[in-house]
T-cell receptor, first 115, second 113 residues
């Protein structure tokens, strides 16, 4: 029973265009969401996060949007650069209780930026 | 500042053998987590230490897995005896507080033959 779903295993985007990665969740207790980026043979690195009290958080080229009613979040990268090619994991936590202490991750989306 | 370090980076063992994975968190981080990623699937939570105490071990698969964090510093995760389905990448992560971002190590890849 997957509580965090990333339905696109891979996504190919041309350099300079916008990359949109999607994530859906089922657990209504989740109140904090994060995106992690992972290169091969490395551990995930934190990218950006959003609290459930917000619907948007922006950091440079990266913006995360949260739609609580739809239990959906998305990560926008604009403009996309070759170094953005990596696997992106959506993660969620129920900081105010109701679940395991750890983050619940999706399966990841492999983003490929084409020159 | 050194990041989260894990050892070994890759271990190949036979079914029935024992393996011990080690994690050194970022200095000063009280929270230490173990996660596992199996065969390109999602990264799954195993357990969470706060200092030397197990805060949550609800993700541990079974009693073949034993995690310790002596003195609240480094942590070890022992698998005994290892089974084929234990193969995967074991990630350790640490954080200063329970909320917010986790800093991950590079992972220990375990292959059980």
């Amino acid at each position: 029973d997957q509580q965090v779903k990333q339905n696109s295993p891979s996504l190919s985007v041309q350099e300079g265009r916008i990359s949109i990665l999607n994530c859906d969740y089922t657990n209504s207790m989740f109140d904090y969401f994060l995106w992690y980026k992972k290169y091969p043979a490395e551990g995930p690195t934190f990218l950006i996060s959003i609290s459930s009290i917000k619907d948007k958080n922006e950091d440079g080229r990266f913006t995360v949007f949260l739609n609580k009613s739809a239990k959906h979040l998305s990560l926008h990268i604009v403009p996309s650069q070759p170094g953005d090619s990596a696997v992106y994991f959506c993660a969620a936590s129920a900081n105010s209780g109701g679940g395991a202490d750890g983050l619940t991750f999706g399966k990841g989306t492999h983003l490929i930026i084409q020159p | 500042e050194a990041g989260v370090t894990q050892f070994p980076s890759h271990s190949v063992i036979e079914k029935g053998q024992t393996v011990t994975l080690r994690c050194d968190p970022i200095s000063g981080h009280d929270n230490l987590y173990w996660y596992r990623r199996v065969m390109g699937k999602e990264i799954k939570f195993l357990l969470h230490f706060v200092k030397e105490s197990k805060q949550d071990e609800s993700g541990m698969p079974n009693n073949r897995f034993l995690a310790e964090r002596t003195g609240g510093t480094y942590s070890t995760l022992k698998v005994q005896p290892a089974e084929l389905e234990d193969s995967g990448v074991y990630f350790c992560a640490s954080s200063h507080n329970r909320l917010g971002e986790l800093f991950f190590g590079e992972g220990s890849r375990l292959t059980v033959l």
